[in-house]
């Protein structure tokens, strides 16, 4: 895909098609990092930046997170045929 630099006052700019826009959920600040090979432009906001922290917080203990962490990943072969 090629666009071309435009004028924006005393500076440059390009202007980004709204489908990678969409695609690469590019919203608010952005990051500008250069490289040998050009810049590479992305979300300067991580989507699920603060999970772990409010998944740990949303359990009261370390027996509680222990107790949810063996639900979640348990299957047909844990719940019938493993014996603890």
């Known amino acids: 895909m090629k666009t ?13 098609p709204k489908s990678l826009i969409e695609q690469y959920q590019l919203t608010g600040e952005i990051k500008l990092i ?3 090979d ?13 999970w772990e922290e409010l998944f740990k917080n949303s359990v009261s203990d370390q027996k509680d997170l222990d107790d949810f962490t063996l639900r979640a990943i348990s299957n047909k072969f844990d719940n019938e045929e493993w014996s603890w």
């Open 38 to 50: 050009g810049l590479l432009i992305s979300s300067a906001s991580k989507p699920r930046k603060g």
């Open 34 to 36: 250069p490289s040998n």
């Open 4 to 16: 071309f630099l435009i004028q924006i006052g005393n500076s440059k700019g390009i202007r980004i």
